[in-house]
T-cell receptor, first 116, second 122 residues
Framework: GESVGLHLPTLSVQEGDNSIINCAYS??????FIWYKQESGKGPQFIID?????DKRQGQRVTVLLNKTVKHLSLQIAATQPGDSAVYFC???????????????FGKGTHLIIQP | DADVTQTPRNRITKTGKRIMLECSQT?????MYWYRQDPGLGLRLIYY???????NKGEISDGYSVSRQAQAKFSLSLESAIPNQTALYFC?????????????????????FGPGTRLTVL
């Protein structure tokens, strides 16, 4: 079946540098995407989301880019800090206008390591 | 997220035992979910509920059952636990937002997760 996947399982960056975490999805029907951050021993924490009618959305120090042509999603973290060390998951969902949904499909995750 | 709580946080049990994991939320959301997470893998959906009268199977519902006792409570049961059900289990709630007048995009359904329950089946 179709699934969401990530290009790299581990990403190591220097503190203060920008990080880019990538995600490929294969279900062209997906129209809602979310990035989650999971720290050790904790549940996934919502970071940012984007609808399929957008190609870019910015939050505080984070930017999500969506390229529907190549089914690619990325999360950019500016000026990474030690607290950004975590596993990052992308997730996709098909949303129905009547309120239904199939639930989130998660990628396997990328472990972001911040070097001092 | 402290608004979504799970009990117990850790549980060790034996094969064949019946186990119940509980989830409570104070966010006022109608939608609730149960996921499991295995090492090196993302989360997989077990069951979800859009309101107290609506229960749906997810990707991996075999061997599990759920009960939605109230808007704020959603429990997951393993009727006869087996070792390959050893995993980290997460409950989530979601804040469904329909498409608003003038909005071009699809509805959104942001999910918020509890702290997880680590279950070990021996």
């Amino acid at each position: 079946g179709e699934s969401v996947g990530l290009h790299l399982p581990t990403l190591s960056v220097q503190e203060g540098d920008n990080s880019i975490i990538n995600c490929a999805y294969s279900n062209s029907a997906s129209d809602y995407f979310i990035w989650y951050k999971q720290e050790s021993g904790k549940g996934p924490q919502f970071i940012i989301d984007i609808r399929s009618n957008m190609d870019k959305r910015q939050g505080q120090r984070v930017t999500v880019l969506l390229n529907k042509t190549v089914k690619h999603l990325s999360l950019q973290i500016a000026a990474t800090q030690p607290g950004d060390s975590a596993v990052y998951f992308c997730a996709e969902e098909i949303m129905y206008s009547g309120g239904g949904a199939d639930g989130l499909t998660f990628g396997k995750g990328t472990h972001l390591i911040i070097q001092p | 997220d402290a608004d979504v709580t799970q009990t117990p946080r850790n549980r060790i049990t034996k094969t064949g035992k019946r186990i119940m994991l509980e989830c409570s939320q104070t966010k006022g959301h109608d939608r609730m979910y149960w996921y499991r997470q295995d090492p090196g893998l993302g989360l997989r959906l077990i069951y979800y509920s859009f309101d107290v009268k609506d229960i749906n199977k997810g990707e991996i519902s075999d061997g599990y059952s759920v009960s939605r006792q109230a808007q704020a409570k959603f429990s997951l049961s393993l009727e006869s636990a087996i070792p390959n059900q050893t995993a980290l289990y997460f409950c989530a709630t979601s804040d469904y937002r329909p498409r608003t007048s003038g909005s071009l995009g699809p509805p959104t359904d942001t999910q918020y997760f509890g702290p997880g329950t680590r279950l070990t089946v021996l």
